[in-house]
Structure formats: structure tokens, C-alpha cells
């Protein structure tokens, strides 16, 4: 893979990175994405399992599909792509990741600054009390939903679903980075659902530098200043391997 001399030129100048994941990024983690040919979208309905009502509804068949989806984490790890992320931080004055993924891999690859814009699988809350429900005594295997052991009321998974509000603060900090920053990766996302897709226009907008990692073009693709086409796993540990020879080198 040729980068140009221009792009390792802003990488050479940059100290601040944000970088923007979406499920792209775990797909090779065995991970499936939402959207695209093997999606979790073409096969499930989102207003069924992934919101309030659908929770409300039928709380045991969502919190199950949730429970299934953490036992599908549990068994996969990070991949190269999250890895090249976290050794990025060695390079840079400031490596945030700010992900649209609930999967905790950016976590579980070592990152130290995680942004969770639509919450993390591993964590769960009471509806009511909205105390954190401990997920220690979480069998994977419970279908059942469980109650909270202070209010009795529903527990559920600490992510935001379709309509629900973004956590605020996570977003304000993510928009601040993002406006800051020098370079901003784009990773694995279609950049269709908002308000998550205004983090990186928010960054082009103020002046970053947009670089999209995806293996086929997307909605940012018309404003992305530089586009690598292929697997994450494949482009990121390419792209640390040139940061490591322009940082060490000055
Ligand atoms: N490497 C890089 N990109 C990849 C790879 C890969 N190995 N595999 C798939 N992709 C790309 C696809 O081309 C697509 O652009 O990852 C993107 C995945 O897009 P989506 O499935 O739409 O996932 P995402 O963009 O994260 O969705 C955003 O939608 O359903 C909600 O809350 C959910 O956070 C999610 C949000």
C-alpha cells in the first residue's frame, strides 16, 4: 500500500489523533457488522430489539438477544486494527477513540482514552433506580431479565438504542477532541446514523484532517481527504508501521 507524501507529511506534523470507529472495525474480529451484505439489519429488525418500546414489550427477548450477543464477544478479542489503535498512543501527544461499538474491544485492546457514544454490551442498569446492576452475577446463560436487587425494577443493557438520547457529556468531550484534532481516522462505519456521523464532519469542518479506512466507499467518502479501501485489520497495522518510521525518525 502507497501512502501518499502528503498524507505521511500530516502524520509526520500531527499530535492530536481522534479516530472514529464503527462495526467495520471488529468485523474481523468475527464481530458482524449492521449493515452491508451479511448485516445484523437484513436479518433482524432494529425496532424490535434495539429500543425502549421493543424492551418494554418483550423484555425477556430483548434482554436474550443481548445475551447473546455479549456470549458472541466473550468468545472473539480485538484485532490488529485495535491493536495498531492502542500502539498509536506511543506516537502522539493524544490517540482518543471515539466508537459507535458497544463491543468493549477498543477496552479490551488496551486503548486509554474510549470514547462510548452508543454505551458498552458488558454494562447493564435498572430502568428504575437507574443503579448499575452487577454484572458479576450476570450468568450468560439467564434469558430471563433479570430485576434489580434494590427497586425491583427491569435491568438493561447500558447502550443507547434507536431514539434514545446520546450520553451528553461523552458526546460533548467527543465533538470537543474531534474539532481539536490534527488527524481524524474514520474506520469501519458507514456514517449513516446520527448524531454519531457529525463527530468526523464535525472534525473536516474545523479543520482535521479526514482519513477513511473502509473496504468500500461510504458517505464520508466525498469529503474524506485521504481513503484507504480494504480491511482494517490490514490498513491500520500498515499505517502504524509508517508512523513508527516518521516518529521515530525526528
Ligand atoms: N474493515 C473496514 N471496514 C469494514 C470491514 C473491515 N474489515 N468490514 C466492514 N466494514 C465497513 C462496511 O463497509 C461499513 O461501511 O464497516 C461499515 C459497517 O457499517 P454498519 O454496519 O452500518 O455499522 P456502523 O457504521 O458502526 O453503524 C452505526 O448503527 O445500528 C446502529 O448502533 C448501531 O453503532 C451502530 C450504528
New binding site residues.
Given amino acids: 500500500m502507497n501512502f501518499t507524501d502528503s498524507f505521511l507529511k500530516r502524520i509526520t506534523n500531527a499530535e492530536k489523533i481522534v479516530v472514529f470507529?464503527?462495526?467495520?472495525?471488529s468485523?474481523?474480529s468475527g464481530i458482524?457488522?449492521?449493515?452491508?451484505k451479511d448485516?445484523?439489519?437484513n436479518k433482524l429488525k432494529?425496532e424490535e430489539l434495539?429500543s425502549f418500546n421493543a424492551f418494554l414489550k418483550n423484555p425477556d427477548m430483548v434482554w436474550e438477544w443481548y445475551q447473546h450477543r455479549r456470549s458472541i464477544i466473550h468468545e472473539k478479542s480485538p484485532n490488529a486494527?485495535h491493536y495498531s489503535i492502542t500502539e498509536m498512543e506511543k506516537y502522539f501527544d493524544k490517540v482518543s477513540v471515539v466508537?459507535?461499538?458497544?463491543d468493549n474491544l477498543h477496552r479490551r485492546a488496551g486503548n486509554n482514552n474510549v470514547y462510548e457514544?452508543?454505551g458498552n454490551i458488558e454494562r447493564n442498569y435498572c430502568i428504575e433506580c437507574k443503579r448499575p446492576y452487577n454484572d458479576s452475577g450476570l450468568e450468560l446463560e439467564n434469558k430471563q431479565v433479570p430485576k434489580c436487587d434494590y427497586c425491583g425494577g427491569l435491568i438493561r443493557p447500558d447502550?443507547?438504542w434507536?431514539g434514545e438520547v446520546l450520553p451528553q457529556d461523552v458526546f460533548a468531550e467527543s465533538e470537543r477532541l474531534a474539532a481539536e484534532s490534527d488527524i481524524c481516522f474514520v474506520?469501519?462505519?458507514?456514517?449513516?446514523?446520527y448524531p454519531?456521523?457529525y463527530i468526523p464532519l464535525g472534525a473536516k469542518q474545523a479543520g482535521s484532517c479526514l482519513v477513511e479506512?473502509?473496504?468500500?466507499e461510504?458517505e464520508l467518502s466525498q469529503i474524506a481527504d485521504y481513503s484507504y479501501f480494504?480491511?482494517?485489520?490490514?490498513?491500520m497495522p500498515k499505517i502504524l508501521d509508517e508512523i513508527k518510521k516518521l516518529k521515530t525518525s525526528i
Avoid: C, D, M, Y
Fill in positions: 470507529t464503527g462495526a467495520g472495525i468485523a474481523e458482524p457488522t449492521f449493515r452491508g448485516g445484523i439489519w432494529p434495539a486494527a466508537t459507535q461499538n458497544v457514544l452508543h447502550v443507547v434507536f474506520i469501519g462505519t458507514s456514517a449513516v446514523v454519531a456521523a479506512i473502509n473496504i468500500e461510504t480494504g480491511a482494517a485489520g490490514k490498513i
